[in-house]
């Protein structure tokens, strides 16, 4: 569909308050807000235990759902081999998708099955409900269930090659009934924080509407809330979705309506844009930047003859709809026949990215390219095929800076969690902060307060940081634009028109930051100072007096740009998952379980504390250890707050801990093998650097004495009861690569585990403290001493033999 040519409606469209409103959100809260009580399920439990309400579902994904490393399965994740695309030279269409995934990127660990269409609920002739549809471009629905005559939960596709990445949403329905009021629960989205609980409603799009009465996109629907609900995520045992519930009344019979995020903006309407726009004006000039792993082109669109650069870029991110919106303004700017823009046009030449991540955008991902990669994380080092508008943006960067000087980098993106525009910039001089201030005085939809200054720990591969050498100036920037609203004196509904509007504004304000160099060069150029002019001569002339009387260096900025739109490490794949999804030999489960071994384990370096990392503790000592954890967090005031263990604790940002099920008892760790505590690790932890170094993974660890010498002393006095440990209930501790997917049966037939010794010292393993040699773990013990003390032990008692 090709929605750039319908006008919004004049008024937006409100829909009347539902007088149930409370009671109906209060009942969709009721049954699936998160409880702790109630915490069994995640999404993959929910999809096959509800498949008797299943009505739609986009693919058949079952063979690409697993990631062969570690066994795990996503409910609605796409796990294919991208070289293997790559290498068959061919455009890949939409609608060849399916068929393309079965023919030549079939999983090599999986029977090679036929394609067949999926049967539906809804294309029975009995059916009466809604029938779903995202067989079109940036549509994401990967499956429906009637929960009801009236009610329906949504998953949303993961992006493809990725865990997750779930926030936008883009699908449509058909067979609708007037005035009946209809909700829909999309119950698989990431995000902690919504703009959806802030006011922000869906965009709609009716057939019928636009033919009688010609009202395009529009925001509507009731009852919007968005919370925590109890379906885990699939490689989680703790982290869980969150629910996006709206209602919305349909006003015709037999009419076909869209749902999306925000205005959808496809690859098919930038192509539309150019073919109306830019290829027949003379200003501007359209080609090819290169090709993507689909084989679509990346297009690249100059405007001006100047001697200085500019580079525009935007849809990075392919969900951040907005930023087309707002480049697409600009670009219209620039090709006008206005004083403003013929002086830019003859000082400057544009390079204009619009977007950067087309088959990201075809296929209806939010935040990554096919490859799973997030493109605003990989400039420091892109890879030229996986990577390859990013790769190509950096060679034409190179080559622009070998003949001109590349004078400012604006990259547009959008926001879901705040309202207005604003900028993130590098920190520097304060001559930074000018272009920022003077665009939020000529832009209403701009609020200089919500910018930011500075690059945080997470942002350093991203391009505003990676890119900061290549622009003398230090004038890179990135743009970013609400989903939802600008604030004034009152919140006002974003549109595309303004959108588009944002864009001209952020020109304008460029004119005003270059105005006087550009006067400096007006009289060697042929300029045509009979054009009109965009701003009034008042309106320069009071923005010339305020930027010259305003002080900068007074200007107070939030130096903290870490409140970022999303966390994008979490559901990316590691390197060794993404490996053993793109190796091309036919591999048997056991090889692959044997690689990540080989991969993970490093006999030469190994110590017991690494190894037990990934030991099996017993019901009951668990039980102990929470007690243990108790006395730690009431009486030492130095750590920080360490959770209970079986639930998440976090010890770094990003990371977290948990348990699973297992096989070896802490009796074993703690008695025979001489270490003092298990706890969570803090961030003061001696071993944070091997976190940082090798994987994010959750870790239970075992650590040195967190206690004082006077704790110390008081809890040596004190001893436990043998208790008689259960063979039952095992938990299996994850280690800092990941969990392993072994028979706890066979592994405990493997492991050749000497407890001679342990039998020996009888009663050396009945308390945490009794038996702990204070010599060894004292306060000042460091990293190096204990690992050379387990070392000896492991070498000694062949803990690992013959295991990997």
Known sequence: MQFYDFLPAPNPLIQATDPEMNTKITQIKKRDEYNERDSSKNLWDYFTDNKQNLVYQRYDNYPWSMIPLNNHRFTASYFFDCKKLISLNREIKLTEFQSVLYKYLFPSTMKQKEFKTLSLEQDNKNYSGLKFDSHYESANLFASFRISTYEYDLIMQND?????????????????????????????????????????????????????????????????????????????????????????????????????????????????????????????????????????????????????????????????????????????????????AEMLRNYFTFYIIPMLNPDGVIFGNYRCNLYGTDLNRIWINPHKELHDSVWYIRDMIKQINQSTELSMIIDFHGHSKKFNSFFYANSGADSLKLFPLICSKISKMVNLKDCSFSIHESKKKTARAALQEEVKSGYIYTLESSFHAYKRQ????????????????????????????????????????????????????????????????????????????????????????????????????????????????????????????????????????????????????????????????????????????????????????????????????????????????????VLKNPYSKQQLQQNQQTTYQQEQLSIKNRRRVASINGRASIDSKRLANERKYSIQHYQQEKYHGYSYQYNTPINFMSQDTTFDKIANISKARFNEKQIVKNQF
């Open 160 to 340: 493809t090659n990725s865990k997750g990445h779930t926030q936008w949403f883009y699908f449509s329905v058909e067979n609708t009934q007037k005035n009946t009021l209809v909700t829909f629960n999309i119950i698989n989205f990431i995000k902690n924080e919504s703009l959806f609980n802030l006011g922000q409603r869906p965009v709609v799009y009716s057939i019928k509407s636009n033919k009688t009465k010609g009202i395009g996109w529009i925001k509507a629907g009731t009852n919007v809330v968005y919370f925590k609900n109890k379906y885990k995520k699939e490689n989680s045992t703790t982290k869980t979705y969150y629910t996006l519930s709206f209602s919305y009344k349909f006003e015709y019979s037999n009419d076909k309506v869209y749902f999306a995020q925000c205005y959808p903006y496809t690859y098919s309407q930038l192509n539309s844009f150019i073919d109306r726009v830019i290829k027949i004006n003379q200003f501007s000039n359209v080609k090819e930047l290169c090709k993507t792993m689909t084989r679509s082109q990346c297009p690249l669109i100059t405007i001006g003859k100047g001697r200085k650069a500019i580079l525009l870029m935007a849809r990075q991110h392919p969900g951040e709809t907005p930023s087309s919106y707002a480049i697409e303004g600009a670009i219209e700017f620039l090709i006008r026949n206005c004083i403003e």
């Open 490 to 701: 009152f919140a006002q509904d974003f549109n595309d028109i303004q959108y588009k509007e944002l864009g001209v504004d952020i020109m304008l304000s460029m004119f005003k930051l270059f105005q006087q160099d550009m006067i400096q060069t007006t009289f060697e150029q042929n300029i045509n100072f009979k054009l009109p002019t965009t701003m009034n001569s008042q309106q320069n002339n009071d923005l010339d007096l305020f930027i010259k009387n305003y002080d900068l260096s007074q200007l107070q900025l939030n130096q903290d740009d870490s409140g970022s739109d999303t966390n994008p490490e979490e559901d990316v794949l590691q390197d060794q998952e993404q490996l053993s999804i793109t190796d091309s030999r036919k591999q048997s489960k056991a090889q692959l379980i044997t690689k990540k071994k080989i991969i993970k384990i490093d006999k030469g370096t190994q110590t017991d504390i690494s190894h037990y990392q990934n030991l099996m503790l017993d019901e009951k000592v668990l039980l102990k250890i929470e007690e243990q954890v108790k006395t730690l967090r009431k009486n030492n005031n130095n750590l920080e707050t360490i959770g209970i263990l079986g639930n998440d604790v976090e010890f770094q940002e990003g990371q977290k801990c948990e348990f699973q099920q297992t096989d070896i008892s802490l009796q074993q760790i703690l008695g025979r093998m001489q270490v003092f505590h298990v706890r969570v690790s803090n961030k003061n932890s001696m071993f944070q650097h091997q976190f940082t170094t090798q994987s994010s993974k959750p870790v239970v660890i």
